[in-house]
């Protein structure tokens, strides 16, 4: 027997099918607040963890950058010294005065070099040892962050061991339903129950309200949700509206009470 297509179905069919959905989608959403906060703190915590991972990467890197840097002042300040003793020997056998000044400059520069360079290799010690503390800090955050991690895998583990058999049955249901109602129906649906804060995309009447909003609702149109011939939207929220016959919920019939009787005063005989 082929299957029917969801836009034969009745609207009656269709707020059923989408009331039951929903039934569904809440116990899904009640797994999900079982759960909590984990999944999201997990998530937190493997997104630091990367975080942690660079930074230490980054200085680390750093740090070799730093200790290259030595090495190159150090070969600049071994070479400023061997031309100091050069051009100290040269003076001794200088012709003038002039070419004795021309190789005291130079002596004198290349002091300042080493002098510059000896100043470089103390800054750059100095931040090496900034960059280490920092480094082994970021190190034991790491370790901190990655027992955290554990423990909450862990916890969450065991949560959805717990639930999981559940969930897949429901999950299931609710894809087999689905298919079952018009894709633009299901869409409206799904956006506004993604809207909702609690969730409910189809909500009965109750008490002469919306179940969603507890907004009032006109007696015209609570006899149109009953009619069940189209789909009716609260004016207030935009949850879809069912009656709850059809949701299968039994409310309580508030009796109006007995009028008073009026009590008749007989005249009394003149």
């Known amino acids: 027997?082929?299957?029917?297509?969801?836009?034969?179905?009745?609207?009656?069919?269709?707020?059923?099918?989408?009331?039951?959905?929903?039934?569904?989608?809440?116990e899904i959403d009640k797994i999900k607040i079982l759960r909590g906060e984990l999944p999201l703190e997990v998530k937190d915590l493997e997104d630091e963890i990367v975080g942690l991972g660079t930074r230490i990467e980054n200085i680390t890197n750093e740090i070799k950058k730093?200790?290259?840097?030595?090495?190159?002042?150090?070969?600049?300040?071994?070479?400023?010294?061997?031309?100091i003793t050069k051009y100290t020997e040269d003076q001794n056998n200088v012709?003038?005065?002039?070419?004795?000044?021309?190789?005291?400059?130079?002596?004198?520069?290349?002091?300042?070099?080493?002098?510059?360079d000896e100043k470089k290799i103390n800054d750059a010690r100095r931040?090496?040892?900034?960059?280490?503390?920092?480094?082994?800090?970021?190190?034991?955050?790491?370790d901190e962050r990655q027992k955290d991690l554990e423990l909450k895998r862990s916890e969450l583990d065991e949560i959805v061991s717990e639930t999981k058999a559940e969930e897949e049955k429901l999950r299931e249901q609710a894809r087999n339903l689905e298919l079952t109602i018009e894709a633009r129906l299901l869409a409206s649906f799904k956006r506004i129950r993604k809207n909702s804060r609690?969730?409910?995309?189809?909500?009965?009447?109750?008490?002469?309200?919306?179940a969603g909003c507890f907004s009032k609702i006109p007696p015209q149109r609570q006899m149109d949700i009953r009619m069940r011939k189209k789909i009716i939207v609260c004016e207030n929220c935009g949850r879809i509206m069912i009656d709850p016959e059809l949701a299968g919920v039994k409310q309580e019939v508030q009796e109006a009470p007995a009028p008073k009787r009026r009590s008749i005063r007989r005249k009394s005989a003149e």
């Open 1 to 26: 027997m082929a299957k029917k297509d969801p836009a034969e179905y009745t609207v009656e069919e269709k707020l059923k099918s989408l009331y039951q959905l929903q039934t569904i989608l809440s």
């Open 66 to 83: 730093l200790h290259e840097n030595v090495v190159g002042y150090k070969e600049e300040m071994e070479q400023a010294e061997r031309l």
């Open 95 to 116: 012709r003038n005065n002039r070419e004795f000044d021309l190789l005291n400059k130079e002596i004198e520069y290349n002091k300042l070099v080493i002098e510059h």
């Open 127 to 142: 931040e090496e040892r900034q960059k280490n503390d920092e480094l082994e800090r970021t190190k034991n955050q790491l």
């Open 198 to 210: 609690n969730g409910l995309g189809i909500v009965y009447v109750e008490r002469d309200a919306c």
